[in-house]
Structures are given as structure tokens and as C-alpha cells.
């Protein structure tokens, strides 16, 4: 069935994404041209990411590759067979009399608290009793090598003696039993009498329930800790973590330090997507409770499978919802309900929901709303962080209401959704009480609408529909508004040291972690500019606890922001510091002096940088300094739900064209054409290149990735590559389009520019109701199809048949 699809492709998925590699390095070329036009510009400019050649070369070092010290030794865990239970007893003897075995440690063997947990303090390193869900880490296994390690550990089933209990899996059972980690949360507003006097009131009125998947965030390099014992009873732990501060914090408890005495390092992360922001902490909390006991360094590297069985991810959503709406298909007033699958711990379920309710509304004024969120505690793993951290869950949920609305009315889904944008003057409030006043929401579209062809394309698709039985076509246009800065007000802040040398090289260090996103090449091209030199003499080291301390995630999409914010505030005050020094040397204002193209013009002469910083060395003037950023005018209750919670917005808009396949539910995307807001972009080339991959993985979140539990045991039954299945280079349409929105943010952003880390995952929406298009088009878009997320080819038969049932 493949032949009838693959005839519509007129270029295939390899040709096509040739030519736009070379497109692009056409592109990087000619932006290095204009900026030289420009004066030496270093923002704004697209330059390949920092580790590009060490990544190609194999050079690129990551925590597995760190030269193992002398006497190192090897971690594996040992995991809980059983998903729900009381852990009876452990003939844990029997693993320590294994051939290489070493140490075993269960969680008496713990010196401070036994919880890694991130902001409640409910979530065990070893089990402390209570068997919580199948793969939980029972005891570990310390060994001389990895795999005696983990053949011991793999012995778990045979030593663990557990009383089993009913699990609990799915966010509904955890609904109907009144089973939470958090109490729940509300937010509502009311305009004209709250949500269901308007639904009351309303000419129409929807009534359904929806749900989507996880998500498992699969980075390529998987969790892995190597803790060393330092001096004076110390630790210093190499960790591929997103938060260094946070594992330094954790570990510095479990081993009852002080925070100085523990030692974070993170170079860089082969992939993060929010996996590592709290998760590793188990990891570098076992690695080093062990490398304290035996003062010998211990790592700890999972293998995916165990990786898949212990971490948490994506939070899957089911969704109970009514609305009533106008002939227009504008919405008066809405309620809906919200439940996630926690799991056994809190870990970021409450923020998850916070922001998946602030999305709610996506890019629409919804004037009577009332959201209630729920975090059911199941016995899974302890879902997590993951790109977009709850507000695609948020947002995808009005736009699948308002797919609906449309089919009912008959009108085309964008009319529909046009109809309901917010204002740029009026119905500008969120329902949580921010005004959006940076709204390019219309604009965007309208130019995405025009660029992409979309409304001749869709009478293109009712063509083709109207004379093909089996095969249908669908096209969506979604958009999407997304929020930039972290829930919780104090987190937005960040730290950065700039050192000139007296050769003038630059070396930079900040808070944020490099997890491939090109953050570090930002911060470099952002010192770069400040100080009007070329981008290869600023190289930026390791993420660091022991150089710029108290630092937050490099999550909610606020890394650039945040970090270049405070290398600028450095740099700066290194540029203005040197300015002295020179108009001293050679008259005129400090204030005239400029700095560019590794020169500095001073009263009518021209000096190369490192004379200036040479001169400056002589003088005695201070070559380093520290810089910080705070966010400004952030402010969130967050038991009214009420406030400020974003600094900006972001926007987007993507047409996604697809085909199905009505016998077996097999589709083919065949073209993206994305529109995607970056404001006055920092590094074109990484934001696109972040654009289409999280376009692509958000494809995979809404169509193939789904995750299954045994019903009875509770097992993860997807839980490798097998069976859990992420989209490829094949899966990539093959007439792609990904443009920047040319604007600049309104708020003082660093340069102007927009985060483009999150807000993209959102795009792919437009895949998932183009589906849901084709499969609508069976019943002559009279019904509306009941496609849930992951949209498989099983689910997306079930809905082609539920379709023609009822048609």
C-alpha cells in the first residue's frame, strides 16, 4: 500500500533535504557577508553551533568519555519486578558473593535524606519500603566492572521478597479514586457569569473528552554520573544534567555536605529535552553516596532499557471538556478538566499543570473559562520535564475543540480559529491576567496563509478527496502563542564571569548547561559583539558549580535569554573599563570609543583589540568581571493563579499537508510550511535548525511514539527502540519550508531576540489535524472523527471507522 502514496512524491525525502543543506549553508555564507557589511556584527548572524567540528571529528567529549581515574569502579541498579507493593525483605548477601562485586547499598546505606526529590520531598533514591512502580531502583551494585555490575543487578527478581498490590496506571483511575500528588488547581475567569452561565447562554454547545500520550524524551547520550572523592571528604561529580545546581544540592544532602563541598561539572549533554532538568539526581546521588563509601570514583551509566523502566518523561493528558459557541464558531465561555499522569511522585508535576493551564488558551480569547487541573498519582515513573513542559498538553486542547466546533458548523477550521484570536486593543487578557500587547498573531498568519498557498492547496485537497475512495488527503493551519519565562518568579535569573587575557582571548563561563540546542555559541557570538571581536576568540568552558553558583535550569526556553543577558551585563562592563583606559592613552570620551572588528577607534586612532587590552593589563585595569540578570516585571500568585508569569510571547504558525491511507492507516506528511516567530533571531541557522527538530519530534509525540503499560503488571512494555518508535530522517517531509518571522521582540530581550527552544514543538499540531482532516473527509466532514494523540495507524483506523459507522 506504500506504491499509491509514494507516487504523489515528486522528490524524494534524501533530494530534497540535499538541496536544502546546501540552501542553508548558502545562507550561513551570505549572513557572514552582511554582518561584515554591518560592521562586524557578531548577532544576528548565522554561524555553525560552537561544537560542530568536534562533533563530526568525534572529539566532542561527554561524560562517558572522560578518561576514567585509577580505580574506578562500575554502578548498576537494581529494580523492582513489581509495580505496586511492600518491599518484605532483600537476601541482598546473595548479589555481594557475585564474581566483582564489590558493595552493595540499599537506602539505610544513605548518610543524609533518602529524596532526590525536586520541589517536595516525596520521591526516594533507593526504596525506602514502598514498592511505587515496576523499575523503581531497589539497591545498587557497586562492582570492579560494568557489566559484572549489571548481571548482578539483573538478579534483582531472585533476592527481592515484595508483598504485590493492585496497581494504579492511568490518569483516569487515578481521577476516580480522588488520588493526587498535588491538590489540585483552578483557574478560572468570569466576564459575564462564570463559564457555564455562558455555556448555558450560548446559540451552540460541545460536550466530548480527548486525550494524548507521553513522551520519552530519548536523548542520545542516556543518564550517566561519575562522582570522584575529593579532599576533605568532598565530591566532585561529572554529571549530564540540565540543573548542576540543583544535583549539587541534592547530592551535598544525601551525603550530609555542605553545598561547597560538592563539585557539579557539565561540559556538555548528548540531548536533554527537559529529561535531565531534575531526573538525574537519582543517578548522581547513588554514583556518589557510593564514591564516598568506598573513596574510590564510581560511575554510573544506565542502559536504555533501564533508562526507559526508571526515568519519567512527557506527562500524558486526558481531558473532559464543554464549551458553548457563537454561529461564528467564536467561543463564549468553556470548561474543562485536565488530568495528567503524575506518576508515584511529584517531581514537575505541579508546574507541568500550571503552564499547561496558562495554555489553555493557546493563541485565543476565551472570555468565560474555568480550568481545573489534576496530577493523578499512578504507579509509573515520576513524569517529568519535557519540551514545551505542559503547554503543549495545554494548547493542543483548545485547538481540538475548536476542530470540532468547526466540523459542526460546517466552516473551515482557520475561519474558525481566526475568528477567535486574541485583540491587539481589546480581548487582549489572558485569562490568568496578563495583556498581551506584543500579539503578531494575525500578521503571521496572514503572511503563512499567502506564502504556503494554503487556500488554493485546500480546495486542491477537496479535489482529490471527492475522486479517490481509498486514499484522502487533509491539511490544517495551526497557531500557536507560547509564554517565555519560568513558572516560579526567582528561577529567572542567571550569572556569567568574562575573562580577557592579555592576548586577548576571551574564556566565558555561565550558568546554563549545552545540551546541543546552541546555547553556548549564542553566549559567545553575544561577548563576541559586546566586545568587537571575531567569534574565535571567545571560547566558552564547561558548566561549572564551582564558578558561577546558584544558577537555574537551562529549561522553560530561557537559556539565551537568561545567560546572554548576564555574559552581556560582563562583558560590558569589561568594554566600558577598557574605554578609560584607551581615551586616557589617547584622548577623547571614554563614551566615543568604539569597539569592532577586532580594532578599537579612539579619538582618530585605530588599535588592534589586544594592543587595548595589553595597555589595559599595564594600567592595572580589571580584565574579568561577573555579570547577572534578573528578568523584570515577572510576578505570579500561584494559589489565585493570577499575575505576570511571562516576560514575552512567542508565535508560530505551521500548514501541514498529509495523506492516509483509509485501509491500513498508514499517512505520508507531504509538505511543512512553517512561520515561526524568533524576533531579531540571535544565530538564524540554530533557530532554524531548533525549529525543524522540534517540529519533528512534536510530529513524533502526536503520531508514533506511544507509550504502553501492561495492564496488569504495570510494566512498560515500550521501553527501547524495538518497540518505542521516533520519527527518522525518512519521516521528514520532503518539501519542507521553515522561514523566521521578521520582527523584533518588544520587550528588552537580549538583542531583541525571542527563545525558539519550546515554542516550536507546538507546530506540529497542524499534522495531527491534518490527519484528523483526511480521516474526516471519509464522512464527508459531517462527523467528527474521534482521533486521539498518539494518531497511529491503529488509532487513525479506529477513527476511520468510527466514522463510517456513524456516517
Not at 584 to 611: C, I, M, W, Y
Request: with cysteine.
Amino acid at each position: 500500500m506504500n506504491k499509491p502514496i509514494d507516487t504523489l512524491l515528486q522528490q524524494q525525502p534524501s533530494e530534497a533535504f540535499a538541496d536544502y543543506r546546501q540552501n542553508s549553508a548558502a545562507r550561513i555564507d551570505q549572513d557572514a557577508e552582511a554582518a561584515a557589511e554591518r560592521g562586524g556584527a557578531r548577532v544576528g548572524v548565522s554561524r555553525p553551533h560552537e561544537s560542530a567540528h568536534l562533533h563530526v571529528a568525534g572529539e566532542a567529549t561527554y561524560i562517558d568519555d572522560i578518561p576514567e581515574l585509577a580505580g574506578t569502579l562500575h554502578c548498576a541498579l537494581g529494580l523492582s519486578p513489581v509495580a505496586h507493593g511492600r518491599l518484605t525483605g532483600m537476601a541482598l548477601d546473595k548479589i555481594r558473593a557475585l564474581p566483582g562485586v564489590v558493595l552493595v547499598i540499599s537506602a539505610s546505606d544513605i548518610p543524609g535524606p533518602n529524596d532526590c526529590g525536586s520541589i517536595i520531598h516525596d520521591d526516594p533514591i533507593l526504596c525506602d519500603g514502598e514498592i511505587r512502580y515496576l523499575g523503581q531502583p531497589v539497591f545498587a551494585v557497586i562492582a570492579n566492572t560494568r557489566d559484572a555490575a549489571r548481571r548482578a543487578a539483573a538478579k534483582a527478581g531472585e533476592v527481592l521478597a515484595i508483598e504485590a498490590m493492585p496497581p494504579v496506571l492511568t490518569p483516569q483511575q487515578a481521577h476516580a479514586k480522588g488520588q493526587y500528588v498535588l491538590p489540585p488547581m483552578h483557574l478560572v475567569r468570569q466576564t459575564q457569569g462564570g463559564a457555564q452561565a455562558a455555556i448555558a447562554r450560548a446559540p451552540h454547545r460541545l460536550k466530548g473528552t480527548f486525550e494524548v500520550g507521553g513522551q520519552e524524551q530519548f536523548y542520545l547520550e542516556g543518564q550517566i554520573s561519575y562522582a570522584i572523592p575529593t579532599e576533605g571528604g568532598g565530591m566532585h561529580v561529572y554529571c549530564s544534567t540540565q540543573h548542576p545546581s540543583e544535583m549539587q544540592h541534592l547530592v551535598a544532602h544525601a551525603l550530609g555536605l555542605h553545598a561547597h563541598d560538592v563539585h557539579v561539572e557539565c561540559r556538555r549533554m548528548g540531548g536533554g529535552f527537559g529529561g535531565k532538568e531534575s531526573q538525574s539526581a537519582l543517578f548522581a546521588c547513588i554514583a556518589s553516596v557510593a564514591a564516598a563509601r568506598l573513596k574510590r570514583p564510581v560511575k554510573l551509566r544506565l542502559d536504555r532499557d533501564d533508562d526507559f523502566l526508571i526515568t519519567g518523561r512527557r506527562h500524558c493528558f486526558w481531558y473532559e471538556y464543554e464549551v458553548g459557541y457563537d454561529d461564528q464558531g467564536r467561543v463564549l465561555g468553556a470548561e474543562i478538566t485536565m488530568v495528567s499522569r503524575a506518576g508515584h511522585s511529584a517531581d514537575l508535576s505541579g508546574p507541568v499543570m500550571t503552564r499547561a493551564l496558562c495554555h489553555f488558551d493557546n493563541a485565543y480569547w476565551l472570555p468565560d473559562v474555568a480550568m481545573h487541573g489534576y496530577s493523578g498519582k499512578t504507579n509509573t515513573q515520576s513524569n517529568t520535564a519535557f519540551r514545551g513542559f505542559g503547554g503543549p498538553q495545554g494548547a493542543i486542547a483548545i485547538e481540538n475543540i475548536l476542530d470540532s466546533v468547526a466540523r459542526a458548523l460546517g466552516r473551515e477550521p482557520l475561519e474558525v480559529r481566526q475568528a477567535n484570536f486574541y485583540g491587539k486593543t481589546e480581548r487582549n487578557v489572558t485569562p490568568y491576567g496578563q495583556q498581551v500587547n506584543d500579539n503578531i498573531i494575525h500578521a503571521l498568519t496572514g503572511q503563512l496563509v499567502a506564502s504556503s498557498d494554503y487556500r488554493a492547496r485546500r480546495d486542491a485537497v477537496a479535489r482529490f478527496n471527492a475522486a479517490s475512495p481509498v486514499l484522502k488527503r487533509g491539511i490544517a493551519l495551526t497557531p500557536l502563542k507560547f509564554g517565555i519565562s519560568f513558572n516560579v518568579k526567582h528561577f529567572n535569573q542567571a550569572g556569567a564571569l568574562v575573562h580577557v587575557y592579555s592576548d586577548g582571548s576571551i574564556l566565558v563561563n555561565h550558568g546554563g548547561t549545552e545540551m546541543g540546542q546552541g546555547l553556548n555559541t549564542k553566549v559567545a557570538q553575544v561577548v563576541a559583539h559586546e566586545l568587537g571581536v571575531s567569534f574565535d576568540s571567545v571560547r566558552v568552558t564547561a558548566t561549572d558549580t564551582q564558578k558561577v553558583a546558584n544558577t537555574s535550569a537551562t529549561a522553560a526556553s530561557t537559556g539565551a535569554d537568561l545567560n546572554g543577558k548576564a555574559a552581556q551585563d560582563a562583558a560590558r562592563q569589561i568594554r566600558e573599563r577598557l574605554a578609560v583606559c584607551i581615551a586616557g592613552h589617547h584622548g577623547g570620551a571614554p563614551e566615543a570609543v568604539r569597539f569592532a572588528n577586532d580594532k578599537v577607534e579612539v579619538n582618530g586612532h585605530t588599535l588592534p583589540f589586544s594592543a587595548v587590552v595589553a595597555q589595559g593589563y599595564l594600567d592595572r585595569v580589571q580584565l574579568w568581571s561577573d555579570g547577572f540578570y534578573a528578568t523584570p516585571g515577572l510576578s505570579w500568585d500561584k494559589d489565585k493563579m493570577f499575575g505576570r508569569p511571562f516576560y514575552y510571547f512567542a508565535y508560530g504558525a505551521a500548514v501541514s499537508e498529509v495523506i492516509v491511507d483509509t485501509l491500513t492507516g498508514e499517512w505520508k506528511l507531504l509538505r511543512a510550511d512553517i512561520l515561526h516567530d524568533a524576533g531579531q533571531s540571535l544565530n538564524p541557522a540554530v533557530d532554524i535548525g531548533q525549529i525543524e527538530g522540534a517540529f519533528i519530534q512534536g510530529m513524533g509525540w502526536l503520531t508514533t511514539e506511544e507509550l504502553v503499560w501492561h495492564p496488569v503488571s504495570g510494566k512498560l512494555t515500550t521501553h527501547a527502540p524495538s518497540t518505542y518508535k521516533i520519527p527518522t530522517a525518512n519521516d521528514c517531509p520532503p518539501v519542507f519550508n521553515c522561514r523566521l518571522y521578521e520582527g523584533q521582540n518588544v520587550e528588552d530581550s537580549i538583542h531583541r531576540s525571542k527563545a525558539v527552544g519550546e515554542p516550536p514543538l507546538l507546530l506540529p499540531f497542524s499534522v495531527f489535524f491534518a490527519i484528523r482532516d483526511a480521516v474526516s473527509a471519509v464522512g464527508g466532514h459531517r462527523i467528527d472523527p474521534p482521533l486521539t494523540a498518539p494518531a497511529t495507524s491503529e488509532a487513525i483506523l479506529r477513527a476511520i471507522t468510527a466514522v463510517q459507522t456513524a456516517a
